[in-house]
């Protein structure tokens, strides 16, 4: 089998895209096609025998093959015939804007790439804090009370203390707890930084959380083990950057299998049917014994691979049992109706 990795984007979180697809090296065991798109969207094939994080800092990748995205795949240009880029299916592990926004699905899509990863839809309601909220109140989950500011209404109602994240942005860029309301005024300028909206939530310490990733293949869920991270005030930036180079095992938190069969019972309804065909993660809270959805990670750092036994099998299997791409047949018999009635051929 042949996968493609696709990553970089124009995003705040590219560097960590490159640093995923790099992970993904020691997990993965098939041949890997690796896909860079830059700064400037352009698609650029990289020689995964060659593939480190200074090519891309020094800009070294500019020197290998330029690549054309057209329909059926990406594409080599040659002089007489363009060559295609032959693989079974792409892995989309851009994170953030371009990769988890529907961006990179929507071409896939466009262009009838199969790949693994969240659909348009799917990245729509994970991307944004407020939708993801929404969606998990449709399903009957649990989240924190939250509020939506901006840069035009900053008043925050909720009492302190509170997190306040970017409304659109991962790896914990932009989010900052507030103890004292002199600290208020400070983080909301640090996310509108990223962002011109930012979700208010309160601030829970000592919370309990726990991780669990999984994907639908063949019909049939296959779930990660459930984490219990390491307890910090929030994981920033320079942790989330090391996380998304994990490619060690970790262990199982200890629950209950009732608990264990709850968190995995809220995962299946935010997965089905609207995230199938990619591996995504899921965070939860424990607050005085009930489940609370803490955010949905539609494409998770070096895709959660610490958490899966046989994650490279996962994968692969993952890769042969994607979504149907429904065809629409277009024959145009409307208008050679019309045209019949008007006596034209």
């Known amino acids: 089998m042949r996968l493609a990795i696709v990553f970089g984007g ?86 953030g804007a371009d990769g988890e926004d529907g961006k990179i699905a929507a071409l896939f899509d466009f262009f009838g790439i199969a790949y693994i990863g969240p659909g348009i839809e799917a990245s729509v309601v994970s991307y944004n804090k407020f939708f993801t909220k929404l969606y998990a109140k449709s399903l009957g989950i649990k989240t924190l009370d939250y509020e939506v500011v901006s840069k035009d209404k900053r008043e925050v109602s909720l009492p302190l203390p509170v997190i306040i994240k970017p409304l659109r942005l991962g790896s914990s860029i932009g989010v900052s707890v507030v103890k004292e309301q002199n600290e208020l005024e400070y983080a909301l300028d640090v996310a509108f930084e990223f962002d011109d909206e930012a979700l208010v939530e309160p601030f829970v310490e000592n919370v309990a959380e726990y991780n669990i990733a999984g994907c639908k293949i063949d019909g049939v869920m296959r779930y990660s083990i459930i984490e219990e991270p390491q307890k910090e005030l929030f994981l920033d930036f320079n942790k989330k950057y090391l996380d998304f180079s994990r490619t060690a095992k970790i262990y199982e938190a200890r629950l209950t299998e009732l608990r264990n069969e709850e968190i995995r019972k809220n995962f299946k309804l935010i997965y089905e049917p609207l995230f199938e065909g990619a591996v995504i993660r899921c965070d939860f809270f424990v607050i005085r014994n009930r489940v609370y959805l803490n955010e949905i990670n539609p494409n998770p750092g070096s895709l959660a691979n610490y958490l899966f036994e046989e994650f490279s099998a996962i994968v692969q299997d993952l890769a042969h049992s994607l979504p149907n791409r429904k065809k629409i047949a277009v024959e145009y018999k409307y208008i050679n109706s019309i045209q019949s009635a008007k006596g034209k051929a």
Do not use: M, P, W
């Open 10 to 95: 124009e995003s705040f979180e590219h560097e960590i895209s490159i640093v995923s697809a790099i992970a993904l090296k020691k997990v993965i065991f098939c041949e890997l096609i690796y896909i860079f798109c830059d700064k400037n969207r352009d698609f650029y094939l990289i020689n995964a025998d060659k593939i480190n994080s200074k090519r891309f800092s020094s800009g070294e990748y500019l020197n290998d093959a330029k690549l054309t995205l057209k329909q059926g795949g990406f594409y080599l240009k040659r002089l007489f015939k363009d060559d295609k880029v032959k693989f079974d299916a792409a892995i989309n592990i851009i994170h």
